[in-house]
């Protein structure tokens, strides 16, 4: 599999978290990058370090928002956005490298929750 850095997907990231209000995310600690020949069926997935290497090494936890360029790149970008929204909703408050799941106690990741906050960006 091949990846090459995304730079304005970064830059898209870190414009959503800012619009978004997302303020327990650390944009400095997010890394996007766009895949190609990936066997994914998905548009694009999020990444997190495991607790354990904040435990064992000391490293502060990062987050890697992976797209599927044979797919990511086809869509509108009202769908890109609506992607990457999507992704970040996984970053749990704590920031702590865990990923939260599409349904959980107190929280789900659906397509009526990323499009709600898509009519709220300005």
Not at 63 to 70: F, K, L, S, T, W
Not at 109 to 116: A, F, P
């Amino acid at each position: 599999m091949k990846y090459q850095t995304a730079p304005e997907i970064k830059k898209q990231i870190k414009l959503l978290v800012k619009q978004l209000k997302l303020n327990h995310i650390k944009i400095n600690n997010i890394h996007c990058i766009r895949s190609f020949d990936a066997k994914m069926r998905a548009i694009a997935r999020i990444w997190g370090m495991s607790k354990l290497f904040k435990e064992v090494a000391g490293l502060e936890p990062h987050y890697i928002i992976e797209v599927n360029a044979h797919r990511f790149d086809k869509l509108s970008d009202r769908e890109k956005i609506k992607t990457l929204i999507h992704e970040l909703l996984h970053i749990p408050k704590t920031f702590s490298g865990a990923l939260l799941s599409h349904k959980g106690r107190y929280h789900q990741i659906n397509d009526k929750i990323t499009e709600k906050l898509l009519l709220n960006l300005k």
